[in-house]
């Protein structure tokens, strides 16, 4: 979620406008990713960028209005990409609350005709075949949660998952990546356009306060990020191996917990 506005979840697309479900290439289509490399980057996890715009700060009462997933890929040289973008419109659950404030700010009519919402079951399940074809094409074993305030995303995804009674989550239930932490640190900023500025990259205010655009916007900061710490990556590497520490992958995982349900 950007924290453009702090007092509510963010964004929405306009229903004028309504172009938020783009057609999804199979994974045949995709070039094979270099073999193992996410994985031995990030420990055996995918990250995934993961947006939410939602009625309120509540994860337990508030509805779930929109959620984005970007994947991020890797190149042969080991820099990371955006990739894919995935991103649903959802109708809110039975009984879920809608504050009148946090409609205003992103412009969602959760009741317009031309809204084409889908269930919070259908939205994740949609999402999450996505991510598990990702996780199997860089032989990773689950996925980790990307997110601007990462906290806030992560918590109305559990609470979707569990109103929706999903089986095969692919996300790691607590751990994630902040990229208001990454920014924080790497860039003095922790706003989310903010940091883009100051990165070089751009922010675009009337696109803002939709799910699928800061998810995107959030995915060129955290690749931003992870590439400008290239050479610190490198030199832990070394000294792993110096200590006699095999590279992570999906295997090394076993003990700590369960695997990615397939």
């Known amino acids: 979620?950007?924290?453009?506005?702090?007092?509510?979840?963010?964004?929405?697309?306009?229903?004028?406008?309504?172009?938020?479900?783009?057609?999804?290439?199979?994974?045949?289509?995709?070039?094979?990713?270099?073999?193992?490399?996410?994985?031995?980057?990030?420990?055996?996890?995918?990250?995934?960028?993961?947006?939410?715009?939602?009625?309120?700060?509540?994860?337990?009462?508030?509805?779930?209005?929109?959620?984005?997933?970007?994947?991020?890929?890797?190149n042969p040289d080991g820099t990371l990409k955006r990739g894919a973008t995935h991103s649903f419109h959802v109708k809110p659950f039975e009984g879920a609350r809608l504050d009148p404030a946090a409609l205003t700010i992103t412009g969602i009519d959760p009741f317009h005709p031309l809204r084409p919402a889908l269930p919070e079951k259908d939205a994740l399940g949609r999402v999450f075949r996505e991510i598990r074809h990702a996780i199997h094409a860089h032989n990773c074993r689950r996925a980790i949660l990307v997110g601007h305030n990462a906290a806030f995303d992560l918590g109305f995804l559990n609470a979707a998952i569990a109103r929706a009674d999903v089986k095969r989550n692919p996300f790691h239930p607590f751990s994630c990546f902040d990229t208001a932490t990454l920014a924080g640190a790497a860039l003095g900023q922790t706003v989310l356009a903010k940091a883009?500025?100051?990165?070089?990259?751009?922010?675009?205010?009337?696109?803002?306060?939709?799910?699928?655009?800061?998810?995107?916007?959030?995915?060129?900061?955290?690749?931003?990020?992870?590439?400008?710490?290239?050479?610190?990556?490198?030199?832990?590497?070394?000294?792993?191996r110096s200590m006699g520490w095999s590279n992570a992958g999906p295997a090394e995982a076993a003990a700590d917990e369960p695997p990615l349900e397939t």
Do not use: K
């Not at 994985?39 to 700060?57: N, Q």
């Not at 100051?198 to 995107?216: C, F, I, M, R």
């Open 1 to 74: 979620m950007s924290d453009a506005d702090v007092t509510i979840a963010v964004g929405a697309t306009t229903v004028s406008s309504v172009t938020v479900v783009p057609a999804s290439p199979t994974p045949a289509s995709n070039p094979a990713p270099p073999n193992n490399l996410m994985a031995r980057r990030f420990r055996g996890f995918l990250p995934v960028v993961i947006d939410v715009e939602t009625g309120g700060f509540h994860s337990a009462t508030d509805a779930l209005l929109e959620i984005a997933a970007v994947l991020i890929d890797i």
């Open 196 to 240: 883009l500025a100051v990165a070089g990259l751009q922010w675009d205010p009337s696109s803002a306060h939709s799910a699928s655009y800061d998810a995107e916007r959030t995915a060129d900061i955290f690749c931003l990020i992870c590439n400008r710490l290239s050479d610190s990556f490198r030199d832990a590497q070394d000294r792993a």
